[in-house]
């Protein structure tokens, strides 16, 4: 079975930092790429940034770009995600989720339960 | 970036009623779409990828349709279960990757 689990999120201050993990079972971990997707509370699904199964690629969105890190450990089969310079507008749940790829497209098949990140003073 | 519009935001139906959501891409995406369910306090579900094939588990009631720019997601008989918040995603130009807004189903 499946099963990805995020860490526990904080409550964090504004310009502070934060890492959140990912750890993945039930499937080979390093065949895949990885994805973290947000959510503001009340508002819809935001995708933040995504890496490539051996770590060579790795894409954000621009409202982070700069601040957040995301990256991989396939020995541990865990995927991160390091928010540094955080702002109020980064308090969200946040998904850790798989990628799968057809022969046309990728999409996230599997996404773990999600944590919350509050940032405020 | 490729804006994902979705309607209507809110649609109420009652159970066996057929549900149709409109999802329209400000731009081409070929068949790169994926329509995800979100219920509250849970994380999304895959329903459909590539514009049209349904997901492992997804009951055959629901179905997805179109390419370019338009795009429906149709359940053809409500069940209880299927009242959420659902969402399309594009994998065609990216980075980043988008989703819309989100379309709320809720019983009538």
């Known amino acids: 079975e499946v099963q990805l689990v995020e860490s526990e999120g904080a409550l964090v201050q504004p310009g502070g930092s934060l890492r959140l993990s990912c750890a993945a079972s039930?499937?080979?971990?390093?065949?895949?790429?990885m994805s973290w997707v947000r959510q503001a509370p009340g508002k819809g699904l935001e995708w933040v940034a995504n890496i490539k199964q051996d770590g060579s690629e790795k894409y954000y969105v621009d409202s982070v770009k700069g601040r957040f890190t995301i990256s991989r450990d396939n020995a541990k089969k865990s995927l991160y995600l390091q928010m540094n310079s955080l702002r109020a507008e980064d308090t969200a749940v946040y998904y850790c989720a798989r990628e799968r790829c057809s022969s046309t497209s990728c999409f996230n098949d599997f996404w773990g339960q999600g944590t919350l990140v509050t940032v405020s003073s | 970036e490729i804006v994902l519009t979705q309607s209507p935001v809110t649609l109420s139906l009652s159970p066996g009623e057929r549900a149709t959501l409109s999802c329209r891409a400000s731009?081409?995406?070929?068949?790169?779409l994926a329509w995800y369910q979100q219920k509250p306090g849970q994380a999304p579900r895959l329903l459909i990828f590539?514009?049209?094939n349904r997901a492992t588990g997804i009951p055959a009631r629901f179905s997805g349709s179109g390419s370019g720019t338009d795009f429906t997601l149709t359940i053809s008989s409500l069940e209880p279960e299927d009242f959420a918040v659902y969402y399309c995603?594009?994998?065609?130009?990216?980075?980043?990757?988008?989703f819309g807004q989100g379309t709320r189903l809720e019983i009538k």
């Open positions: 995603q594009q994998r065609s130009n990216w980075p980043p990757i988008t």
């Open positions: 039930g499937f080979t971990f390093g065949s895949y790429w």
């Open positions: 590539d514009a049209s």
């Open positions: 731009q081409s995406v070929s068949s790169y």
